[in-house]
């Protein structure tokens, strides 16, 4: 079955830099990517997404990139502020839609002032 | 207000002792899913329903079952459960069409089997 990796498990930048978290999936049939963010005790919610027809997404400061040769996909924050502390899991659907979803370890990201 | 309900939030809870996790939602949704989740492991997806009466294994679904007699409700059961089950548990649900791309989580059940 799919199986997918995320990296880093903790990131930690400064406020205004970038942060970018890296994830790579194993079944090539794999046809939707999204990344949740959770804040700590709350729900994770979907932040952004991205299908296999598509090679880039970007949604004002935060844009996701895939490469389906290499079967890796990232997140990538620019000028990060605070509140976007949290825990960020990626996962890829190797079903229908988000119906069978495999979620990455998660990577928890701290923005220091 | 569109929303995502699951009850207890907490559980603590003894071997064997069976219990049931509820999880309704009120957006009409065909799919619905359960997932736990544990530190470095991500969450993993336990059951899934596809719409009522359709229900098929997610990567972790030993020792536990669900059912799907609403649309709305899709419970999570623990016939006999074990400290292995101990972990904060969540819900999600969503819609048909494109809409299915976008899941809403409930807010969590944190169970502890002693």
């Known amino acids: 079955g799919e199986n997918v990796e995320q990296h880093p498990s903790t990131l930690s930048v400064q406020e205004g830099d970038s942060a970018v978290i890296k994830c790579t999936y194993s079944?090539?049939?794999?046809?939707?990517f999204p990344w949740y963010k959770q804040e700590l005790g709350k729900r994770p919610q979907l932040i952004i997404d991205?299908?296999?027809?598509?090679g880039e997404k970007k949604d004002q400061r935060i844009a996701v990139t895939l490469n389906k040769t290499a079967k890796h996909f990232s997140l990538h924050i620019t000028e990060t502020q605070p509140e976007d502390s949290a825990v960020y899991f990626c996962?890829?659907?190797?079903?229908?839609?988000?119906?069978?979803?495999?979620f990455g370890q998660g990577t928890r990201l701290t923005i220091n002032p | 207000e569109a929303q995502v309900t699951q009850n207890p939030r907490y559980l603590i809870t003894v071997t064997g002792k069976k219990l049931t996790v509820t999880c309704s939602q009120n957006?009409?949704?065909?799919?619905m899913s359960w997932y736990r989740q544990d530190p470095g492991l991500g969450l993993r997806q336990i059951y899934y329903?596809?719409?009522?009466?359709?229900?098929d294994k997610g990567d972790v679904p030993e020792g536990y079952k669900v059912s799907r007699k609403e649309k709305r409700n899709f419970p999570l059961i623990l016939e006999s459960p074990s400290p292995n089950q101990t972990s904060l548990y969540f819900c999600?649900?969503?819609?048909?069409?494109?809409?299915?791309?976008?899941?809403?989580f409930g807010p969590g059940t944190r169970l502890t089997v002693t």
């Open positions: 999600a649900s969503s819609g048909p069409g494109l809409a299915q791309y976008e899941q809403y």
């Open positions: 079944d090539s049939a794999s046809n939707y």
């Open positions: 991205i299908r296999s027809n598509v």
């Open positions: 996962a890829a659907s190797r079903g229908q839609g988000a119906q069978k979803l495999v």
């Open positions: 957006m009409n949704h065909e799919y």
């Open positions: 329903s596809m719409n009522v009466e359709v229900t």
